[in-house]
């Protein structure tokens, strides 16, 4: 046919078909590039490859062939035959494909010349044309489908199909080119309509068309759309295009399977994976049968769960995995309920060589035993099986089975001792439960235990099982009712504040005649009013008050009417004292401050400080003034003890009074001799006046050193520290007129320990003062020989005192000195040796916070137990070292 090239040829012998020996006549015939092909009366469609001058390829049909038609390559070919049936036929794998919906009318065929749409064609009659889309690739293998029909106008003859636009010759003989309604989705998409969009996309779908059907979803924006497209990209096992459109849809589950089935290419298998994901799963299963990895088919089936379908698979491709199989359809059946074919599946399971998976086998059988009403099979099952768990759910079984005795067992050896015990309970196996009740926790099985050993009359235990509920009101009930034991009932109220227990206790008391428990009870179980009533009733008035006093030690809430009407029959009954006590705890400070004036003077310092309490609670000046003129003794002549006024100062926070009141006491008492008293009376105030950020007068700073190093020297000569109370022993002395009581014993003692410590010229000084006329005689006669004879022999040598450093300005002063020349401070001394304070061994005590030399204040605590300054209890450990002791340095503090 094509003329270039012929001179080359050589010259081929005529042929001329059909050939002398064949049977047939050639009814049609077409002419390709390539090739010569004809279909005969016969049913065979011969093609006779021109280039090798030979018959290629030869197919049978059932009935004879009218009419063919070959694509432009010749690869595929339409015929038409006898009975107007068309079909498509690929000789490459003499495949043959039935057209769907074709007209007896149609008069020809006609191949789309467009070389990327390979597999459409038409068939046309007189007024119309079908357009037909052979589907080569698809995971249904290959199939011709009808995608549509357009209207031939009159007279129109089809000559040419290129990409949708079919070229017809008129009746005049003109050419016209008409589109295709199956390609409209050529001509602008911006005009068409949503609906219509719709149709478009189902039109370029059909056609393979899936760049254009991209673009089509992208107008329409909806995921259906596109969940439509990449079915069908699916469909055609367009994989790469799949995976854009899911990442499209954000669907990552799809995306990531996909992208691991790109490398596939086995093309059963791949289209397998593919129509799995279409949800075609009986497809699925013959493409992976059918594919190099039969075995696919099962997994398939496993993860689906179609236990039946994967045991028949499992039969054929993997034996080995039927136990496995077994197992997970047992499990399901158990599930479901069908529990006879779930023992028989999970017997199937068992391998012998796989130890974790024949336990869950085992257990399985343990569980449908039981269900099955075979129960002793499935208790010794699940006894022999190591897994607790499986004691329970078999326990459970049986105890919902109404089998109380066998569950118990299981709960008890699975140690689910709590369900165990509640188990023999409802059998009523109470030996059992005493035996397991110290592993259980459940208050709520100890509560019916110790109510089932109360009704057996066993109280003891009923008792104790009460109490390991924590139901007090339950222990002190059996313990008054029936132990009568009232100091444990009473015991256990104490402790547990229980409001129905104190009631309880109350009327056994009372039972008992004991009116006085049995108002401390009733208190505690807040109800004061029939309290009261009882103490009226019986004349126990003050026992009820004395409770009520104390109610926050008996946690009762005692309110200001409770208070008013004891104060009001006390007032009655003229006990001043009691009635005083209970207007101030009602708050009328007026009533409770008349009532303790009135008091009689056996009851005085207690009245009196309980007015002082009252006049420092009401803050009311009337009031203040009253009680100072009944101190005064204004009102009866006779002045009070100043320490009253003292306190009342404190109370009223007048710390300034306080301070002067103090003083006056402490000097009393110094005078006295009561130095202790004198002592605590400047500690409290000075500590109480540093408290409130209030100066110290330098007055009580003064008698407060020289007091408390009198006190000192007791310490260290017990100590047999001689040195350091000889040189306390100097400085009191030094200030004798301080201690008018005691001028000879301690001038006395000074002369003694300076003697005992080596101060020679000291112990004669003090020894001259001595042998003054006035005290002369008051020497005690043990040691009067001796001073006179050291007055007459005088020995006045004596070391240097120490020096060390002043605190402050680092002038090197003796170490008792209080004074430093050099900055005329007064220096801090320290609490434990009376000398003054080094910056390099600072200490402070814990509680009063006076300071001390670290290293001294260590020494001393390794034999004292208590501060020399505050008196409380005190450890070497619990001592700090200061390092920056610059907060304590206040220049002119004490002065």
Same mark, same amino acid.
């Given at each position: 046919?094509?003329?270039?090239?012929?001179?080359?040829?050589?010259?081929?012998?005529?042929?001329?078909?059909?050939?002398?020996?064949?049977?047939?006549?050639?009814?049609?015939?077409?002419?390709?590039?390539?090739?010569?092909?004809?279909?005969?009366?016969?049913?065979?469609?011969?093609?006779?490859?021109?280039?090798?001058?030979?018959?290629?390829?030869?197919?049978?049909?059932?009935?004879?062939?009218?009419?063919?038609?070959?694509?432009?390559?010749?690869?595929?070919?339409?015929?038409?035959?006898?009975?107007?049936?068309?079909?498509?036929?690929?000789?490459?794998?003499?495949?043959?494909?039935?057209?769907?919906?074709?007209?007896?009318?149609?008069?020809?065929?006609?191949?789309?010349?467009?070389?990327?749409?390979?597999?459409?064609?038409?068939?046309?009659?007189?007024?119309?044309?079908?357009?037909?889309?052979?589907?080569?690739?698809?995971?249904?293998?290959?199939?011709?489908?009808?995608?549509?029909?357009?209207?031939?106008?009159?007279?129109?003859?089809?000559?040419?199909?290129?990409?949708?636009?079919?070229?017809?010759?008129?009746?005049?003989?003109?050419?016209?080119?008409?589109?295709?309604?199956?390609?409209?989705?050529?001509?602008?998409?911006?005009?068409?309509?949503?609906?219509?969009?719709?149709?478009?996309?189902?039109?370029?779908?059909?056609?393979?068309?899936?760049?254009?059907?991209?673009?089509?979803?992208?107008?329409?924006?909806?995921?259906?759309?596109?969940?439509?497209?990449?079915?069908?990209?699916?469909?055609?096992?367009?994989?790469?295009?799949?995976?854009?459109?899911?990442?499209?849809?954000?669907?990552?589950?799809?995306?990531?399977?996909?992208?691991?089935?790109?490398?596939?290419?086995?093309?059963?298998?791949?289209?397998?994976?593919?129509?799995?994901?279409?949800?075609?799963?009986?497809?699925?299963?013959?493409?992976?049968?059918?594919?190099?990895?039969?075995?696919?088919?099962?997994?398939?089936?496993?993860?689906?769960?179609?236990?039946?379908?994967?045991?028949?698979?499992?039969?054929?491709?993997?034996?080995?995995?039927?136990?496995?199989?077994? @197992? %997970?359809? !047992?499990?399901?059946? $158990?599930? +479901?309920? =069908?529990?006879? *074919?779930?023992?028989?599946?999970?017997?199937?399971? #068992?391998?012998?060589?796989?130890?974790?998976?024949?336990?869950?086998?085992?257990?399985?059988?343990?569980?449908?035993?039981?269900?099955?009403?075979?129960?002793?099979?499935?208790?010794?099952?699940?006894?022999?099986?190591?897994?607790?768990?499986?004691?329970?759910?078999?326990?459970?079984?049986?105890?919902?089975?109404?089998?109380?005795?066998?569950?118990?067992?299981?709960?008890?050896?699975?140690?689910?001792?709590?369900?165990?015990?509640?188990?023999?309970?409802?059998?009523?196996?109470?030996?059992?439960?005493?035996?397991?009740?110290?592993?259980?926790?459940?208050?709520?099985?100890?509560?019916?235990?110790?109510?089932?050993?109360?009704?057996?009359?066993?109280? @003891? %235990?009923? !008792?104790?099982?009460? $109490?390991? +509920?924590? =139901?007090?009101? *339950?222990?002190?009930?059996?313990?008054?009712?029936? #132990?009568?034991?009232?100091?444990?009932?009473?015991?256990?109220?104490?402790?547990?504040?229980?409001?129905?227990?104190?009631?309880?206790?109350?009327?056994?008391?009372?039972?008992?005649?004991?009116?006085?428990?049995?108002?401390?009870?009733?208190?505690?179980?807040?109800?004061?009013?029939?309290?009261?009533?009882?103490?009226?009733?019986?004349?126990?008035?003050?026992?009820?008050?004395?409770?009520?006093?104390?109610?926050?030690?008996?946690?009762?809430?005692?309110?200001?009417?409770?208070?008013?009407?004891?104060?009001?029959?006390?007032?009655?009954?003229?006990?001043?004292?009691?009635?005083?006590?209970?207007?101030?705890?009602?708050?009328?400070?007026?009533?409770?401050?008349?009532?303790?004036?009135?008091?009689?003077? +056996?009851? =005085?310092?207690?009245?009196?400080?309980?007015?002082?309490?009252?006049?420092?609670?009401?803050?009311?000046?009337?009031?203040?003034?009253?009680?100072?003129?009944?101190?005064?003794?204004?009102?009866?002549?006779?002045?009070?003890?100043?320490?009253?006024?003292?306190?009342?100062?404190?109370?009223?926070?007048?710390?300034?009074?306080?301070?002067?009141?103090?003083?006056?006491?402490?000097?009393?008492?110094?005078?006295?001799?009561?130095?202790?008293?004198?002592?605590?009376?400047?500690?409290?105030?000075?500590?109480?006046?540093?408290?409130?950020?209030?100066?110290?007068?330098?007055?009580?700073?003064?008698?407060?050193?020289?007091?408390?190093?009198?006190?000192?020297?007791?310490?260290?000569?017990?100590?047999?520290?001689?040195?350091?109370?000889?040189?306390?022993?100097?400085?009191?002395?030094?200030?004798?007129?301080?201690?008018?009581?005691?001028?000879?014993?301690?001038?006395?003692?000074?002369?003694?320990?300076?003697?005992?410590?080596?101060?020679?010229?000291?112990?004669?000084?003090?020894?001259?003062?001595?042998?003054?006329?006035?005290?002369?005689?008051?020497?005690?006669?043990?040691?009067?020989?001796?001073?006179?004879?050291?007055?007459?022999?005088?020995?006045?040598?004596?070391?240097?005192?120490?020096?060390?450093?002043?605190?402050?300005?680092?002038?090197?002063?003796?170490?008792?000195?209080?004074?430093?020349?050099?900055?005329?401070?007064?220096?801090?001394?320290?609490?434990?040796?009376?000398?003054?304070?080094?910056?390099?061994?600072?200490?402070?005590?814990?509680?009063?916070?006076?300071?001390?030399?670290?290293?001294?204040?260590?020494?001393?605590?390794?034999?004292?137990?208590?501060?020399?300054?505050?008196?409380?209890?005190?450890?070497?450990?619990?001592?700090?070292?200061?390092?920056?002791?610059?907060?304590?340095?206040?220049?002119?503090?004490?002065?």
């Amino acid at each position: 046919i094509e003329s270039e090239g012929l001179e080359g040829r050589e010259e081929r012998e005529t042929r001329l078909f059909p050939g002398q020996d064949d049977k047939c006549r050639i009814l049609c015939h077409a002419l390709t590039a390539d090739f010569l092909i004809y279909g005969t009366d016969t049913g065979t469609v011969h093609y006779f490859y021109i280039e090798d001058w030979q018959y290629v390829n030869e197919y049978r049909h059932t009935v004879s062939v009218k009419k063919i038609f070959p694509d432009p390559n010749g690869t595929r070919l339409v015929f038409i035959d006898d009975k107007s049936d068309g079909f498509v036929y690929c000789p490459v794998n003499d495949g043959v494909f039935d057209i769907p919906n074709f007209s007896p009318t149609i008069k020809g065929i006609m191949w789309e010349n467009w070389p990327v749409d390979k597999g459409v064609f038409i068939a046309y009659d007189d007024d119309k044309v079908y357009t037909y889309v052979f589907h080569k690739d698809t995971i249904q293998g290959s199939k011709v489908i009808l995608a549509g029909g357009t209207k031939l106008p009159f007279s129109h003859k089809p000559l040419l199909l290129y990409n949708g636009e079919l070229t017809c010759q008129t009746q005049s003989g003109k050419t016209n080119s008409i589109l295709l309604n199956t390609h409209l989705f050529l001509s602008s998409l911006k005009e068409t309509g949503p609906n219509d969009l719709g149709r478009v996309l189902t039109q370029t779908l059909m056609l393979k068309r899936f760049s254009e059907a991209w673009d089509v979803c992208k107008v329409l924006n909806e995921p259906s759309a596109w969940n439509e497209l990449a079915r069908a990209c699916l469909h055609h096992m367009e994989v790469e295009f799949a995976i854009r459109v899911y990442r499209m849809l954000s669907n990552v589950g799809m995306v990531m399977s996909l992208e691991q089935l790109k490398g596939i290419e086995d093309h059963n298998l791949l289209a397998g994976h593919l129509a799995m994901f279409t949800n075609d799963f009986n497809l699925a299963q013959d493409l992976y049968l059918a594919s190099s990895c039969p075995i696919a088919a099962l997994e398939m089936r496993r993860d689906l769960q179609h236990w039946d379908s994967a045991l028949q698979l499992a039969k054929r491709l993997a034996p080995e995995q039927i136990p496995f199989i077994s @197992k %997970e359809y !047992a499990i399901q059946l $158990e599930f +479901t309920g =069908d529990y006879v *074919n779930a023992l028989a599946h999970y017997e199937k399971g #068992l391998t012998g060589d796989n130890k974790e998976h024949d336990e869950a086998c085992l257990a399985g059988v343990a569980r449908m035993s039981i269900r099955m009403g075979d129960i002793r099979r499935g208790v010794n099952q699940a006894i022999k099986h190591p897994s607790r768990l499986l004691k329970k759910d078999c326990g459970a079984i049986l105890e919902s089975m109404k089998q109380y005795s066998e569950a118990a067992q299981l709960f008890e050896k699975g140690q689910y001792y709590d369900k165990a015990a509640s188990v023999y309970i409802r059998c009523k196996n109470w030996a059992k439960v005493g035996e397991l009740l110290p592993n259980v926790s459940s208050p709520k099985i100890h509560l019916q235990y110790a109510k089932a050993k109360e009704a057996d009359g066993r109280y @003891k %235990e009923a !008792a104790m099982a009460f $109490e390991n +509920t924590k =139901d007090w009101d *339950n222990v002190i009930r059996i313990h008054l009712d029936h #132990l009568n034991n009232p100091e444990e009932a009473v015991r256990i109220v104490r402790e547990t504040q229980s409001i129905d227990g104190a009631k309880m206790v109350a009327r056994f008391f009372l039972r008992l005649s004991d009116y006085g428990s049995a108002i401390q009870f009733l208190v505690m179980s807040k109800c004061n009013d029939e309290a009261f009533q009882l103490a009226q009733q019986h004349n126990q008035m003050e026992v009820y008050a004395d409770i009520i006093g104390h109610c926050a030690v008996y946690g009762s809430d005692a309110t200001s009417e409770d208070y008013q009407s004891i104060a009001l029959y006390f007032e009655g009954e003229k006990k001043h004292f009691l009635a005083g006590k209970f207007f101030l705890l009602c708050g009328q400070h007026a009533r409770a401050l008349k009532h303790f004036l009135k008091c009689p003077n +056996t009851e =005085d310092s207690m009245a009196i400080e309980m007015a002082i309490e009252t006049v420092g609670h009401a803050k009311d000046e009337a009031l203040t003034n009253q009680l100072i003129d009944y101190l005064m003794g204004e009102s009866d002549g006779m002045p009070k003890d100043a320490k009253y006024l003292f306190r009342l100062y404190m109370a009223l926070k007048q710390y300034r009074e306080a301070a002067r009141t103090a003083i006056i006491i402490a000097r009393e008492e110094q005078s006295a001799g009561n130095y202790r008293n004198a002592h605590d009376v400047l500690f409290s105030m000075y500590t109480e006046l540093r408290a409130q950020k209030i100066k110290i007068p330098s007055e009580m700073a003064t008698n407060l050193m020289i007091l408390h190093s009198y006190i000192l020297v007791k310490i260290h000569v017990k100590r047999g520290d001689h040195m350091k109370g000889a040189r306390m022993l100097i400085r009191v002395a030094n200030n004798i007129s301080k201690f008018p009581s005691h001028i000879v014993p301690i001038l006395t003692s000074t002369v003694i320990e300076c003697h005992r410590a080596g101060l020679k010229n000291s112990a004669f000084s003090f020894a001259a003062m001595l042998m003054r006329p006035e005290y002369r005689n008051k020497i005690d006669l043990k040691y009067k020989k001796k001073i006179e004879a050291m007055v007459r022999h005088p020995d006045t040598s004596e070391a240097d005192e120490p020096t060390t450093p002043c605190p402050f300005c680092e002038f090197q002063l003796p170490e008792c000195e209080l004074l430093c020349p050099g900055c005329k401070n007064n220096l801090p001394y320290c609490i434990a040796t009376g000398r003054h304070l080094v910056k390099e061994d600072w200490a402070v005590c814990p509680h009063c916070d006076f300071p001390a030399l670290y290293s001294e204040f260590k020494i001393l605590l390794d034999t004292e137990t208590t501060c020399p300054m505050c008196s409380e209890k005190l450890r070497a450990d619990q001592l700090k070292k200061v390092t920056d002791c610059t907060q304590y340095l206040k220049p002119g503090e004490e002065e």
